[in-house]
T-cell receptor
Framework: AQSVTQPDIHITVSEGASLELRCNYS??????LFWYVQSPGQGLQLLLK??????LVQGIKGFEAEFKRSQSSFNLRKPSVHWSDAAEYFC?????????????FGAGTRLAVHP | DSGVTQTPKHLITATGQRVTLRCSPR?????VYWYQQSLDQGLQFLIQ???????AKGNILERFSAQQFPDLHSELNLSSLELGDSALYFC????????????FGPGTRLTVT
């Protein structure tokens, strides 16, 4: 069955430290991959996406993600975290076969940022 | 602001009741998706409409139904509500049927008491 796994439920980092959030997928073929961020009481904002091509993709708010086919991973990174980055982050995937575009989400990683 | 609007923002109702959630997609988007976010199930796809037609169904209960109108707004109808239906319901839209970027609205928080 298709699935997306985010192994870390909670992560705490200090402001200014680097960040890496892990995401692994299980699909029959390479899916299209996304990272979304959800701030408290807010909807989901698309941070970045990977469809094909360059395996390092840049997103908004200084985030980037690297696709590694051999590891079935799509980890999100940021070199220096700001207090405003505290939120919940969701990795998602879709295969889009036959027009079936449902997103499958991971369970989310809640990020806390210490001053 | 994604451009997707959802009303109401909050809804509190009793078990057994019926509610309607409304979604207006981004201007020009033809596809609308509904997702449910709950503590125990996480974010789950419910249903997709494209230009007024149902395109795909996910884990949507028979008590739930949806439609997309000619002006492309969509409504999600939830009936015979149970406590377990309490959740955040998101609508998302994309430009066309096979467009994989989905933009989410702010959600409707449903509380069933």
């Amino acid at each position: 069955a298709q699935s997306v796994t985010q192994p870390d439920i909670h992560i705490t980092v200090s402001e200014g430290a680097s960040l890496e959030l892990r995401c692994n997928y299980s699909y029959g073929a390479t899916p299209y991959l996304f990272w979304y961020v959800q701030s408290p009481g807010q909807g989901l904002q698309l941070l970045l996406k990977y469809f094909s091509g360059d395996t390092l993709v840049q997103g908004i708010k200084g985030f980037e993600a690297e696709f590694k086919r051999s590891q079935s991973s799509f980890n999100l990174r940021k070199p220096s975290v700001h207090w405003s980055d505290a939120a919940e982050y969701f990795c998602a995937a879709t295969r889009g076969a036959g027009g079936y575009n449902k997103l499958i989400f991971g369970a989310g990683t809640r990020l806390a940022v210490h001053p | 602001d994604s451009g997707v609007t959802q009303t109401p923002k909050h809804l509190i109702t009793a078990t057994g009741q019926r509610v309607t959630l409304r979604c207006s997609p981004r201007s020009g988007d033809l596809s609308v998706y509904w997702y449910q976010q709950s503590l125990d199930q996480g974010l789950q796809f419910l249903i997709q409409y494209y230009n007024g037609e149902e395109r795909a169904k996910g884990n949507i209960l028979e008590r739930f139904s949806a439609q997309q109108f000619p002006d492309l707004h969509s409504e999600l109808n939830l009936s015979s509500l149970e406590l377990g239906d309490s959740a955040l319901y998101f609508c998302a839209s994309s430009e066309r049927d096979r467009a994989y970027e989905q933009y989410f609205g702010p959600g409707t928080r449903l509380t069933v008491t």
